[in-house]
């Protein structure tokens, strides 16, 4: 089944490459990822979906917790979170088709932000289940380039996913 | 001008006082004020500037001559002493050359300490001239590492790899150091300070667990206890024998686990897996509890996993949370180290004893007692030099082996009652571990005696270091079980290969006591069995340096009892010690 990981990380160089290798070692492919920095300029967060058995997918995020650069993991796939991915989307358009796109356009509420000749980029915003039903709708118009971000998702209401307060430790 | 720098009084005081120092310096002082006395390694361009700050410093500088055997002589120090064993070499194929012995030290959790210089910041991703990447290469294979990018981040950084190294799980780290670094100024001051936020290991076990684990037992009619390298390294051997004592628990262990029990105890059930005793297969597989410590059931220890203990509960106490249902479903995970567990689970169960049940191994033990043939041809059977090896050093002796055959007899003839004892690459299986290991063990622990016994075949993985032992008067004792074959490989073909010998036979040589005596070391050749014991003696009684004895055993001993591959450990061949 489909997983999303939050991770809160350092912002190190080489702490994508750790993650990310722990889950190429059992042969799993990450289906996005997504890495920006949070209200700690320090610490970034990660997003992860990864599609697979529980019991790996289980180990795979133990052994990520074992990364010294790792601050914190949660599975939020059960719990109850907002997720939004952004995709852009240059569709060949004309004069003729224009206003039948814009009118997909506004359904979605997605925006054009560019208009070329020959084709407009829709930026869209929402979960995946949006953005994949807007590039399905688009489709038969020509898309020439997707591009997306991937998933990110914060859990809803008070529940926090802080980051652990640092400590010293005196040996 | 350093000899005053480096402070190696040990003095409080001065020990925290600021210091200006090239990154060199800094480096060779933070090792000194981590209390490192010892460091393998070998020079080259990008370690000069550190190689000029160790000249006529405190630190004990042994000069290996290949690289792969700084790592595992700093691995044989870590496992003989408990302290963290430190290497360096130089970038590129230096770097490169340690990486067998990191992933060994990785795969049996051994805290070493690896140094690499690299070219300068501004070449690195350039593909300079010795430039590899190596902390991208070992990645996988440490614990953690580090690119040291500012010389001022370089006391910190020493620190926190010896932190890591050592602390929760050990394990190796690596510090990758470019050499501009090693020349630029810095201001050096030690700190005991440690800020590692996402690095937190739980020592403590949860309580709860814990009376879990504890009901369990006095519940179980047919306990094990199944012991790994966890115990030694927790320092939690003690604590097993206590807990065995009090409530009556045979006690089996891993290959890692040897000496985390004493051998000859009645409560010992010897080395369980593919080569392990019948008895001890036959407990695990028919236990209705099996309790594991700080062992992480791998595959040479569980045969088939579907057949593995298949009537017991486990309890499986680790440090390391990502072990716990690795391998297989466990019913009773405590997180925790297994000496602090243990201390815990002793005070928590009530002296009690299941006659019964340990009436039954006792009748297993009778049946299927470890034994081997005599050879019609009145060869010496390897066995039976592992058992005058035993008889002469009486037990006490610190054995370090290689891989394959001979590590097997090891295990199971030389009966360990310390840790720390016994010194052999388990997880990674690194022919050519041996000897180096030796090296670095006979240099943690003056005060043992240090004994390697080899294969022919990983023996000249790394034979180079007979000159390293030779030029320090190091007093190992190398004796090396030699078959011609690599006996192991050769047993295989034999038994799943139709005896098709694909590459296997190595007899054709070297001559090994010249080529010991060409490193300057003195060696004899044992041919009779009568021979041996003066042999062993003559090693045994050197003081002050290496010593070869090339033991030409039965070319074709087999090592049984064997689980064959994706059988269940009932299903072993050779029980009786051979197939008839």
Redesign the interface.
Known sequence: MKHILSLIVLNHAGVLTRVAGLFSRRGYNIESIAVGITEDPNVSRMTIVVDGDENVVEQITKNVHKLIDVLKVSDITHDDCVDRELALIKVTANSSNRSEILQIVDIFRARIVDVGEQSVIVEVTGDEGKVDAIIQLLRPYGIKEVARTGMIAMVRGTKMQKTPSRRVINI | MLDKMINNTGDKEEKGKPVRLSGAQAFVQALIDQGVDTIFGYPGGSVLPIYDAIYQSPLRHILVRHEQAAAHAADGYARATGRPGVCLATSGPGATNLVTGIATAWMDSSPVVAFTGNVARQLIGRDAFQEADI??IT??IT??NFVVREAGELPRIIREAF??ATTGRPGPVLVDIPKDVTLEEITYQYT?????????PTYQGHIRQINEAARAIMAAKRPVLYIGGGVISSGAADLVRQLAEKVGLPVTFTLMGIGGFPGHHPLALGMLGMHGTVYANLAVSRCDLLIAVGARFDDRVTGRLDSFAREAKIIHIDI???E???NVRVDIPVVGDARTVLAELIRKVSTKREAEWLGQIEEWKKQYPLRYKEDPAGSIMPQFLVEEIYAVTGGHAVVASDVGQHQMWLAQYYKFSTPRSHISSGGLGTMGFGFPAGIGAALGRPDRQVWCLCGDGSFQMNSQELTTAAVYGIPVKVVVCNNGYLGMVRQWQEIFFANRLSHSDIGSGPDLVKLAEAHGVPARRVEKPAELRAALEWAAARQDGPVLVDVRVAREANVFPMVPLGAGLEDMIGKEGWVK
């Open positions: 902390t991208g990645l996988p614990k953690h932190h890591i005991d300070h440690v800020n590692l936020p996402g690095f937190r390391d949370p990502a716990i249902g690795k």
